[in-house]
Structures are given as C-alpha cells and as structure tokens.
Nanobody, 124 residues
Framework: QGQLVESGGGSVQAGVSLRLSCAAS????????MAWFRQPPGKEREGVAR????????TYSDAVKGRFTISQDNTETTTYLQMNSLSPEDTGMYYC?????????????????WGQGTQVSVSS
C-alpha cells in the first residue's frame, strides 16, 4: 500500500519562496499522476498542480501559474512543489496525492493516495 509524506511547510512572509516535498514509498507500481492540492482556511480543497511522470507534462491552476513549479526526482520517489513569490492567498494546508491517472481540472475522486498535509502560512 503506497504512502505519501509531505514536508517543507512553514510560516513565512509574503514574497519569499518555499519548497514542499512529497516522499512516496510502498508503491508496487509508480503512480502515473502526482498532484498537489491545497485547502485554504474555511474553504474547499483545490487542485494546484499535477505532474505526469511518463511524459513530464505539468499543469497548474491559474492562481499559481508562473509562480509554482511541480517536479519529480529521477527515482520518481519524491515530488516537489517549488513555490515562489508567496502571498497570503497561498496560505493553507498543502496535500500531495497520487493516482493511476488524472484529468485537468483535477478531481479529488481520482486520487487514491493522500499525504497527511503540510501547513503553509504566509503573512503580509
């Protein structure tokens, strides 16, 4: 049974960068889609970015396009979310998720594996 563990969150001021990591383990078959979701305080969880390992395709929500970059290491065990120019609107719990396949916009129901989340708080 696959497991995902996120790390790298924290409390920062607007304008700085953070890099989130998602360590995958226990997968008998590497997921064909890795994604990051976030849940702002008092709001629903939303898809932020996806990465398709076999093609290298990346897709981003309009809210983060141009500021965030999703990537994966060569071993396909760690997925990253580089977040630049952070703003208070980026505050939330960030979740890594894995799926056999995924579409855009992301559908939470496609993702069978989820991490526990890592908190990102951005102050102005």
């Amino acid at each position: 049974q696959g497991q995902l563990v996120e790390s790298g969150g924290g409390s920062v001021q607007a304008g700085v960068s953070l890099r989130l990591s998602c360590a995958a383990s226990g997968f008998t078959v590497s997921p064909r889609c890795m994604a990051w979701f976030r849940q702002p305080p008092g709001k629903e969880r939303e898809g932020v970015a996806r990465f398709i390992p076999v093609t290298g395709i990346t897709t981003y929500s309009d809210a983060v396009k141009g500021r965030f970059t999703i990537s994966q290491d060569n071993t396909e065990t760690t997925t990253y979310l580089q977040m630049n120019s952070l703003s208070p609107e980026d505050t939330g719990m960030y979740y890594c998720a894995a799926a056999r396949y995924c579409f855009w916009p992301l559908r939470q129901s496609d993702f069978a594996f989820w991490g526990q989340g890592t908190q990102v708080s951005v102050s102005s």
